[in-house]
């Protein structure tokens, strides 16, 4: 698993570019495995 943080750098984006590319992913399969935070942010995919 990734963070977000851990992707933008890896893709050269920023952290805003992967939330929301990830959002979407989420949109389409709910069910995706990921790690969250303890308000219901996303820690790692």
Sequence with gaps: ???ISQIAA???VS?????KAVK????KIP???V???SQGQV???
């Excluded at 952290?15 to 939330?19: C, D, G, I, R, T």
């Excluded at 979407?24 to 949109?27: S, W, Y």
């Design 43 to 45: 820690v790692r995919i």
């Design 24 to 27: 979407k992913m989420f949109e």
């Design 15 to 19: 952290k805003a570019a992967v939330s």
């Design 31 to 33: 069910d995706a495995p």
């Design 10 to 12: 890896r893709d050269h």
């Design 35 to 37: 790690e969250r935070g």
């Design 1 to 3: 698993m990734s963070s």
